[in-house]
């Protein structure tokens, strides 16, 4: 089973732009999150989406959006980037199930740089 | 709200060495805790889960780790490391909150194997 693939691997931008994030969970996995790894803050949960809606977000700006599509890929936006968005965004699916918290498992990331 | 200590940013075992990596939690339910490994460029690899049950789990490559409720801990072993061990090692605890769930991870222990 393919794993969770992530598009563009590599992304540059200037201040002011605007970028758009690409994940597709493993095949059945209804449940995508997002997650920002910087050198400064380590790892940090952004949001969680399950069927087409956001159920949980992290302590990010307005300007950190994110959308589930139908058959479960997911998108993230940032907006009018700053130089210390710079990061590498990591998405994780994972199955759902009831009780207990569900396995994630995560993609190779996408390392935004931001000049 | 939960929180991961992993209280060695580096450490260095000679090739073939025992391995020990700390890792401590905070979370006032029962809490989901997992380790993943990133090598450099790369997303999170699950290594091992700990949800319930008996406390000594194995994971893949060799790793173990051990829930330790009273102390709060849930330390990683490896019996004899490889030299293609080295890479960063996060501790994570996992919380359901709004019907989904979210993980907290440490701020990883750097390993490095000398041959």
């Known amino acids: 089973k393919a794993g969770v693939t992530q598009t563009p691997r590599y992304l540059i931008k200037t201040r002011g732009q605007q970028v758009t994030l690409s994940c597709s969970p493993i095949s059945g996995h209804r449940s995508v999150s997002w997650y920002q790894q910087t050198p400064g803050q380590g790892l940090q949960f952004l949001f969680e989406y399950f069927s087409e809606t956001q159920r949980n977000k992290g302590n990010f700006p307005g300007r950190f959006s994110g959308r589930q599509f139908s058959n479960s890929r997911s998108e993230m936006n940032v907006s009018t980037l700053e130089l210390g968005d710079s990061a590498l965004y990591l998405c994780?699916?994972?199955?759902?199930?009831?009780?207990?918290?569900?396995?994630?498992?995560f993609g190779p990331g996408t390392r935004l740089t931001v000049l | 709200a939960q929180s991961v200590t992993q209280p060695d940013i580096h450490i260095t075992v000679s090739e073939g060495a025992s391995l020990e990596l700390r890792c401590n939690y905070s979370y006032g339910a029962t809490p989901y805790l997992f380790w993943y490994v990133q090598s450099p460029g790369q997303g999170l690899q699950l290594l091992l889960k700990y949800f319930s049950g008996d406390t000594l789990v194995q994971g893949i490559k060799g790793f173990e780790a051990e829930f330790k409720r009273s102390q709060s801990s849930f330390n990683l072993r490896k019996p004899s490391v490889h030299w293609s061990d080295a890479a960063e090692y996060f501790c994570a605890v996992g919380a359901r909150m709004g019907g989904g769930n979210k993980l907290t991870f440490g701020t990883g222990t750097q390993l490095k194997v000398e041959l």
């Open positions: 994780a699916s994972s199955l759902v199930t009831s009780g207990g918290a569900d396995t994630q498992y």
